[in-house]
């Protein structure tokens, strides 16, 4: 039983270039979120999906597309990335409104 | 967002003793969890609150919510060196999670 898997692990873009992160869960969890983490400022959601077939905008949307493939993977992409999405994103699962699983998380940089 | 206040930021504690640090928000929320993040992990979940007023326990671990929805504490109790890392409250409401910043804890033996 894997949990929450996230690839890649480590990545570097240079601006402007574009990326996906992947996201797959074994639990059968309806809910799937991506988180970036910064230095002091804790975890802040990006996006989520209620259910498999809806994505909604967490707190800081804006450079970010989701997609919900299925029941056990839901993708973070990055059309053109900027400096200032540098950061520890974390993928999450959970079952309906409860308690929340985290992927080992993406280590992405930005130059 | 909601904003979650979590103090304090860092604690340098000795081994065996206790530990307290607590999480207060301007928001209700309906469930209130705390977190341990260890250096290039994901954050593991330690405890779940889901009515006001409730006291939780795992092991060395205690936390209530808050009679009033708005703060949750986690108390350590006779820490060991393994409890080093870091640790996060988050608020639970209509399907999102907030976090606070954390709490960073040295055990020092």
């Known amino acids: 039983n894997a949990g929450v898997t996230q690839t890649p692990k480590f990545q570097v873009l240079k601006t402007g270039q574009s990326m996906t992160l992947q996201c797959a869960q074994d639990?059968?969890?309806?809910?799937m979120y991506w988180y970036r983490q910064d230095p002091g400022m804790g975890l802040r959601l990006i996006y989520y999906?209620?259910?498999?077939?809806?994505?909604d905008k967490g707190e800081v949307p804006n450079g970010y597309n989701v997609s919900r493939l299925n029941k056990r993977e839901f993708s973070l992409r990055l059309e053109s990335a900027a400096p200032s999405q540098t950061s520890v994103y974390f993928c999450?699962?959970?079952?309906?409104?409860?308690?929340?699983?985290f992927g080992p998380g993406t280590r992405l940089t930005v130059l | 967002g909601q904003q979650l206040n979590q103090s304090p930021q860092s604690m340098f504690i000795q081994e065996g003793e206790d530990v307290s640090m607590n999480c207060t928000s301007s928001?209700?929320?309906?469930?209130w969890l705390w977190y341990k993040q260890d250096p290039g992990e994901g954050p593991v979940l330690l405890i779940a609150?889901?009515?006001?007023?409730e006291l939780t326990s795992n092991g060395r671990l205690t936390a209530q919510f808050g009679i009033t929805r708005k703060d949750s504490f986690l108390n350590i109790s006779a820490s060991i060196p393994s409890d080093v890392g870091i640790y996060f409250c988050?608020?639970?409401?209509?399907?999102?999670?907030?976090f606070g910043t954390g709490t960073s804890l040295t055990v020092i033996p």
């Open positions: 999450a699962s959970s079952e309906v409104v409860d308690t929340q699983y």
């Open positions: 639990m059968n969890h309806n809910s």
């Open positions: 999906s209620a259910s498999e077939g809806t994505t």
């Open positions: 928001s209700i929320f309906n469930t």
């Open positions: 609150l889901y009515k006001a007023g």
């Open positions: 988050a608020g639970q409401l209509s399907n999102q999670f907030y």
